[in-house]
């Protein structure tokens, strides 16, 4: 059984659906390569993707050493080249707990780093990652 089944929806407009849950992703063109921008764009989605799998793995980290990162938030920038068309750098700065002590704060950090998406990505994709405690 497949993990994703996708369709093609026109318009340059995707549809992604998670084969075990029933989730639905739109992806959409961007803007300034033909599309509408209403959705996801997919390079968008890699970018997501390298975010959200580092904060699950810090997750993971700080469940393993009873650490609450609930409130934990990230942002996340990407930057295009055009020549060819791809991503460049991501930029992400992620908000952890101030009250983190320094030891655990190393931990996240270094677990961060080896998450499964970041180790996939093609090496001549920038990573700046930033940590900030608040």
Same mark, same amino acid.
């Given at each position: 059984? &497949? ?22 992703i739109l992806t959409d063109a961007p803007t300034?390569? !033909? ?5 996801? &764009? ?18 993971? #980290? ?26 460049? !750098?991501?930029?992400?700065?992620f908000r952890l707990p101030a009250a ?16 499964? #998406?970041?180790? &996939? ?6 990573? !700046?990652? !930033?940590?900030?405690?608040?």
């Amino acid at each position: 059984m &497949s993990t994703i089944s996708a369709r093609y929806a026109g318009q340059l407009r995707t549809e992604a659906t998670h084969t075990a849950s029933g989730n639905t992703i739109l992806t959409d063109a961007p803007t300034d390569n !033909q599309g509408r921008g209403e959705a996801f &764009s997919p390079t968008d989605l890699v970018c997501a993707a390298l975010g959200a799998c580092m904060m699950t793995i810090m997750g993971i #980290v700080a469940e393993r050493h009873g650490l609450d990162l609930t409130s934990a938030t990230w942002d996340t920038t990407k930057h295009m080249l055009s020549d060819p068309r791809r991503i460049g !750098q991501i930029d992400l700065t992620f908000r952890l707990p101030a009250a983190l002590p320094e030891k655990e704060r190393t931990l996240l950090e270094r677990a961060a780093k080896t998450c499964p #998406v970041a180790l &996939s990505l093609n090496p001549e994709i920038k990573q !700046q990652v !930033q940590f900030s405690y608040e």
